[in-house]
């Protein structure tokens, strides 16, 4: 098992020896006021065996890592109740602590068990959510991110995204060349996977709407050709091999097709909708210049898509059936990779800012534009599935790194990597169990 | 002047050395005229004029290179470059057994697929240059792998100028 490093820049310098995890992580901008909150160490039936998990250790670091939680170490707390009924809330308010979360897991078969949590207003005196949730060995770190969700949720009246993926692509020294991985993990780093490695670029992974797939554009034998791999069996499917250009894939809401970008032989990318089963691509658009980097908007009825078309790069909305293309941004010279969030109110995308390559938000309503990252080369912004927080590519020296940050900019974490140059990467949507 | 002429002599056998498949042919070993070992006899006096001969300037002479470089936010041919092109176009024209591949690169900066897109266009002004002048289709295919494969690393304009590039692979 893999040791989930959770700690402050300091902290994380001095253990960065010792870490195992490929991605670790450490807030580097946190809300102003971060609220004291408690999470008792579970209870734990057995004496002849230990807890697979120890599950309010998770929990309390899922809201460390929020920004938003400021857990009191476990030596400070003057009573450990397991049981909602054992609670002191006096006990709770001379330390300050606002919330309180306590639980236990229990046995309850050869490979299963039941977690159960409950959490409490310390001032209101008050159960807020109470849950019980069967688990395995296999997925009991999925329960427990599961209910810092639900935790989060209460607490925030944001949707917690805890029990989600990241996607991304490394690259590292390997002979004369490199070898490049693309990598799925827990949002928090653990239990990374590879789920494909070539010496040859892997670029532009994206999720399906079930996190079951994940297509990506793969340069094997010198050409790029889109692939759509299913996660769990390893199969897959090389669903474009065009002449030229074969890039840029996403995943339709429904699932059943990609918008992805096609060159032919001489050259001229354009947008097109590619059926997975069928393999027929419907031209979307047509015109001599790059258009490219296609995304869907929520209710499956237009692509927003980068285009150089009235000279340097913006970006573009079109439907589906390629009628009327649009301009959707005004502000600065170069504006590329638009993303739009799930819930439709905000476009990420990549933004000049004075020389700068910077991740920027255009908030749809009021129509203004938002820089959130303050590096120069920042690349690939993903929106998290509760349109709250964003996944980019950072540079730290000469190598990429993954950044987060809330979509109000107050909020920022780094994922530092152990591994080479990481880029690239994309948030799984919800996942269901 | 001695060490003049040794210099000279240096100069001639690093440029012959330096043609490729297409080079002027290797001189006479017996034609001495330019060699060093004259240097001792050189006094002054010495011998007459000879007949002498034009020399034409011959653009396929000289070491033909694989790499296009291009300048930022352009796929413009710069104008060294066309005669480059040109020898490729001719090789290719002559000998349909030759294929080539055209690998576009853009400069790390901005978005990814968007570089692939400016590489890519790169590779198709070579293509299009080949294709004028007589190279077929079915000789050349073109790839580009935008940022994904640079070719000096770091992040300032010496390494981006060596990035933005075309390299022409034969692949038979």
């Known amino acids: 098992m893999l040791k989930n490093i959770v700690s402050t820049l300091l902290i994380a310098a001095l253990l960065l020896g010792t870490v195992r995890a490929e991605l670790d992580i450490e ?58 009924a054992d609670v002191d809330f006096d006990d709770w308010s001379i330390l300050g602590v606002e919330a309180v979360v306590v639980g236990r897991v229990t046995q309850t078969g050869d490979n299963s068990y039941s977690v159960q949590f409950q959490l409490f207003d310390v001032f209101g005196r008050d159960q807020l959510v109470g849950y019980r949730m069967p688990a395995s060995r296999g997925t009991m770190r999925r329960v427990a991110h599961r209910a810092a969700d639900m935790i989060y949720e209460k607490l925030t009246g944001i949707k917690g995204v805890f029990d989600t993926k990241v996607a991304y692509v490394t690259a590292q020294p390997r002979g004369d060349g490199k070898l490049y991985s693309l990598i799925v993990s827990d949002q928090d780093g653990e239990n990374e996977f590879t789920i494909m490695e070539s010496t040859d670029p892997i670029m532009s992974p994206a999720w399906s709407p079930d996190s079951r797939r994940l297509a990506y554009v793969s340069f094997e034998n010198n050409k790029s050709s889109i692939f759509v791999q299913t996660l769990r ?123 700068n390559f910077r991740i920027a938000v255009l908030d749809m309503r009021r129509n203004d534009l938002l820089v959130l990252s303050t590096g120069g080369q920042d690349e690939s912004p993903s929106f998290a599935p509760n349109s709250d927080t964003l996944i980019y590519a950072t540079r730290q020296g000469r190598d990429g790194v993954l950044e987060t940050v809330s979509a109000d900019g107050l909020i920022r974490q780094r994922l530092a990597s152990g591994q080479g140059d990481v880029r690239e990467p994309v948030w799984s949507p919800f996942q269901r169990f | 002047m001695p060490q003049y002429k040794f210099i000279v002599a240096s100069l001639l056998t690093l440029f012959l050395a330096g043609c490729g498949s297409q080079s002027i042919p290797d001189p006479d070993p017996a034609d001495t005229a330019y060699g060093s070992e004259g240097a001792d006899t050189d006094s002054y006096g010495d011998g007459g004029l000879g007949a002498g001969e034009a020399i034409d300037y011959d653009p396929t002479a000289g070491e033909l290179t ?107």
Not at chain 1, 49 to 59: G, H, K, R
Not at chain 2, 119 to 137: D, F, H, K, P, W
């Open chain 1, 233 to 355: 069996t390893g199969n897959r499917i090389q669903v474009s091999s065009k002449p030229g250009i074969n890039g840029a894939p996403a995943f339709s809401p429904d699932g059943r097709q990609l918008v992805i970008t096609l060159g032919g032989i001489d050259g001229n990318l354009d947008i097109y909708v590619l059926d997975i089963n069928s393999r027929e691509a419907k031209r979307v658009t047509t015109h001599r210049a790059i258009d490219t980097e296609g995304s869907w908007s929520p209710d499956g009825r237009h692509i927003y898509f980068t285009s150089d078309r009235s000279g340097g790069p913006q970006i573009y909305r079109v439907s589906v059936t390629g009628s009327s293309p649009e301009r959707v941004t005004f502000e600065g010279s170069y504006n590329a990779r638009p993303r739009l969030s799930p819930d439709g109110s905000r476009l990420a995308m990549v933004h000049n800012d004075r020389g």
């Open chain 2, 66 to 172: 694989n790499i296009i470089y291009f300048d930022f936010d352009s796929s413009e041919l710069r104008p060294e470059d066309t005669d480059v092109v040109a020898r490729h176009a001719m090789q290719l024209a002559g000998n349909s057994g030759l294929s080539v591949r055209l690998e576009g690169h853009a400069d790390e900066r901005g978005s990814r697929e968007y570089n692939i897109g400016l590489g890519e266009r790169r590779s198709q002004t070579v293509r299009r240059m080949l294709l004028i002048q007589g190279a077929s289709a079915a000789q050349i295919s073109t790839v580009s792998f935008g940022e994904e494969r640079p070719a000096a690393l770091g992040s300032d304009e010496s390494a981006y100028a060596q990035n933005r590039r075309v390299e022409i692979k034969y692949t038979n």
């Open chain 1, 27 to 84: 807030i580097t901008q946190g809300a102003g006021k971060r609220t004291p909150v408690a999470v008792v160490p579970f209870g734990w039936d057995s004496t002849t065996s230990d807890m697979p998990l120890d599950v309010a250790e998770v929990i309390s670091n899922d809201l460390t890592r929020s920004g938003r939680f400021a857990p009191i170490a476990v030596d400070d707390m003057l009573q450990k109740p397991v049981d909602g």
